[in-house]
DNA sequence: TTTGGTGTAGACAGACCGGTCCATTCGCGC
DNA sequence: GCGCGAATGGACCGGTCTGTCTACACCAAA
């Protein structure tokens, strides 16, 4: 998913290789690389040349490639939602507010040079598709973004079932926006985006 | 994609194996695999296994893995369109009451238990993100698709402009629908699209 | 009957995969 | 300075990958 650096100021690849904990080194390296080249494209030899640790380090704190997938996964769902969430809640406080500034946000990942779409969908994507792990590793990312804006349509007034409803809806909008945004590499799939949320949501909320 | 047996009739996968041309059955055995085990998971061996074809054939065919699954994309394509628009075209007359159908036929696939997504989008998202000639021809599929939709919403009676920006809407909400299906494995992730779509809908049509 | 195109069966090559093992070195608390 | 866990670097393993090559079977047209 790559969110516009939660980690900050290391920004430079240079640094990465440098100064950082192996473990570290290793999920920010995986994560690119699986992101941009694909989990099955990425060999280990790979992951361990450019983040600069040695083999055995890898094995040592993941166990396998697969360990690895996982670790990266859950550490980059939790850095995602967070820079997500404070985003679309700086966008004031209002409720509906913050519902309609989902869109802009999600264009300003898309905008990234390093925006390769978003790991989860692109994990499930290239695996078997009866493999369950990664679905509900999947389930449980897009559950919370769910739930939070599940929170805000009940905060803008919304009883508890259309809040669920228009909060999938969203879900749906950001999904195809992300896929969307990967495939033509043009963020203003996040407009276009927005304008169909923002005639779900005046049809929904109360004027 | 693997739209409702476009081909019809040849619906048990014993009858794959032994009655149509090995083209044929190259093409479908690999479209199954690639779909449901991921591109890269699935190898040379096993799609030769399953289709009972000759390796050699494979290769004087399509001269590498690679150029089978060009072959796979663009006759899934084909096929998928022509079944989607031919099941949505099957609802009605009035262009307004096929945009309101798209959701429901979309339904239709994701109940199918050879769902496993979009190949198009799966396809790009396992390969590197630099790779141009995957996203060329998914850009070339979903453009086909916004055109219907596009069409629909101009002979429903909206200006050309608001028509493309409908089209793109709904085009997003279908992308969202399809990797949320795949996800889930919840067909009324495309439940959730139609009502979305409607609000959408509504807002944009003349009543 | 001959010939040529098409497909088959399987051995094979070379690269690369994930993963293991081990000897060595580093860094830090004591 | 000492000792010990952590990290390193690289050899190495068995397996699998894509792709090539050869020898052979079939079948229809000349």
Redesign the pocket.
Known sequence: MTPPSATAATASPAALAGDQ???ERLLQTAKTLFCREGI?A?????IIAQS??????L???FG???GLLYAVLEREGEEWRAWFFAAVDAAGDAPAARLRAVFPVLRSWFEREDYFGCAFINAVAEHDKSETRLRELTLQHKGAVLGYFGGLARAAGMAAAPAEALAHQIGLLMDGAIVAAMVTRQPEMADHAAKAAAAILDAALPA
Do not use: L, Q, W
Not at 42 to 46: A, E, L, P, S, Y
């Open positions: 904990h192996p473990t099955h990425t060999g280990i030899d790979r600069g640790v040695a083999r055995m380090t094995y040592n704190r396998s490639k697969e």
